[in-house]
């Protein structure tokens, strides 16, 4: 099993230019997470799917869309990037209440 | 409000020498706990987690993390540190206070940097 992928590794990007983040799980996972990494500040979570055909925003969504393609696949866009977008973001994915979540190895984006 | 505290940004100890990286939260209902270690430039790993039972939990790599409930903390421990245990570690507590899917959504402190000198 690849567990959870993620494309592409790196990214920059102009202000204004768009772009979307690729994941996806081979683990048969319900529910699947985007988070945002920064220095000092942990983890935060942007949006999250709880199963197939569901979204819901999490503590930092502006700026972001989601789209739960199938069960393997979540995909994180960003319409107009901005500076402060610039991170490491993060999928992962979880079976079920109560089980730990799996990340992916990550995304490094630099908006210039 | 729910929350975890991390309240160490970086922890030194020498190679050999126990460790402990410090962890309290704050939520409503039972707790779910959770540990992550995160080596550089790589995405976070699952240590361990508490979820009901003994409050002492074995983990991964040798670590493990103490549950007391009366000081709302779950430290993370291991006896004899490794250089190569040199990473950043995170405490996650499960969302309780949403209902339906997000319940069950981490939330995390901001990360302990631990260095283990040889």
């Known amino acids: 099993n690849a567990g959870v992928t993620q494309t592409p590794k790196f990214q920059v990007l102009k202000t204004g230019q768009s772009m979307t983040l690729q994941c996806a799980q081979d683990m048969n996972h319900n529910s699947m997470y985007w988070y945002r990494q920064d220095p000092g500040m942990g983890l935060r979570l942007i949006y999250y799917?709880?199963?197939?055909?569901?979204?819901d925003k999490g503590e930092v969504p502006n700026g972001y869309n989601v789209s739960r393609l199938n069960k393997r696949e979540f995909s994180l866009r960003l319409e107009s990037a901005a500076p402060s977008q610039t991170s490491v973001y993060f999928c992962?994915?979880?079976?079920?209440?109560?089980?730990?979540?799996?990340f992916g190895p990550g995304t490094r984006l630099t908006v210039t | 409000a729910q929350s975890v505290a991390q309240p160490e940004d970086q922890v030194k100890v020498a190679e050999g020498n126990p460790l402990t990286v410090k962890c309290t939260y704050s939520v409503s209902g039972n707790p779910y706990l959770f540990w992550y270690v995160q080596y550089p430039n790589r995405g976070l790993q699952f240590l361990l987690k508490y979820i009901t039972g003994d409050n002492l939990v074995k983990g991964s790599y040798g670590f493990e993390a103490e549950f007391n409930k009366s000081q709302t903390s779950f430290h993370l421990k291991k006896p004899s540190a490794l250089v190569s245990d040199s990473a950043l570690y995170f405490c996650?507590?499960?969302?309780?206070?949403?209902?339906?899917?997000?319940?069950?959504?981490?939330?995390f402190g901001k990360g302990t940097k631990l260095s283990v000198k040889p």
């Open positions: 992962a994915s979880r079976r079920g209440r109560g089980y730990e979540q799996y």
């Open positions: 799917s709880a199963s197939e055909g569901t979204t």
């Open positions: 996650a507590v499960r969302d309780t206070m949403n209902y339906g899917g997000s319940q069950g959504n981490l939330i």
